[in-house]
């Protein structure tokens, strides 16, 4: 399969033996969103936020790449391009593994519902898009807990090229996956890995039960529609703070 004139890796089967999932020995509960930037996750996470938190639920939100542990020698590697694709994504596992430890299991075994602003799934699929192996990424993420609902927005890339570009006056290195070279301009590069990205995503989403939402819908039948599947996988009741 290529996007933009870049070739795909193929996407592992569905009967090739992956990672067991974490074992749940927890209360709490966990809803992460993810897509490729500009398909309004962020947007829509922060709705439900709002909602639940005005409705007295006990809840607590995480974005990814937020860790203080590695915050210094991501920007000194970002500033002086010295990031290799494995590295990058070493860096983010420590992130994660930091945030996981130290915020997400112990607020989900405290009775908590966790938001999470991307997940181990942002890893697999930019990690995947810039040459690491799918089954190594899932290996090193194998501690991490299965989400109780994955939400995955999924918008036309030029609708969330359009969206991201319209906002940044510049695009950074490797935001714009120009580690890649994959083009000497930004916008056209950052384009070429959003895609490569999308790929990766659409990859995912019957393997692991992503809840796909239209990008392109109104932003109050979004939000509408991912409070009805909240509600209808989650015994909200159980995080009403008393």
């Known amino acids: 399969m290529a996007t933009s004139g870049v070739t795909i890796e193929p996407a592992a089967k569905p009967e090739e033996k992956r990672p067991k999932p974490a074992a749940r020995s927890y209360s709490g509960a966990l809803v992460v969103v993810e897509g490729i930037d500009g398909s309004g996750k962020s947007t829509q996470l922060h709705l439900l936020k709002r909602w639940l938190e005005v409705g007295g639920y006990r809840t607590y939100f995480t974005e990814w790449n937020s ?20 590295t990058f994504s070493l860096i983010h596992a420590a992130d994660f593994a930091d945030r996981y430890e130290r915020q997400i299991l112990p607020l989900l075994r405290s009775g908590h519902l966790v938001l999470a602003d991307r997940y181990i799934y942002t890893a697999f699929a930019r990690d995947g898009a810039r040459g690491c192996p799918v089954d190594w990424l899932r290996n090193l993420y194998q501690f991490a807990v299965i989400p109780d609902v994955a939400f995955y927005f999924r918008a036309p890339l030029e609708i969330a090229i359009r969206r991201i570009l319209s906002g940044r006056p510049r695009l950074k290195y490797y935001e714009a996956g120009m580690d890649l070279g994959l083009s000497l301009d930004p916008v056209e590069s950052f384009t070429k890995f959003q895609g490569l990205t999308l790929a990766r995503y659409d990859q995912m989403v019957q393997s692991d039960n992503f809840v796909l939402m239209d990008g392109t819908l109104p932003v109050h039948q979004l939000q509408q529609k991912m409070r009805d599947i909240v509600a209808g996988h989650i015994e909200l009741k159980r995080f009403k703070e008393a």
């Not at 920007?75 to 010295?82: A, I, N, W």
């Open 67 to 86: 860790s203080p542990l590695v915050k210094s020698a991501t920007r000194r590697g970002k500033k002086r391009r010295l990031l290799t694709p494995v």
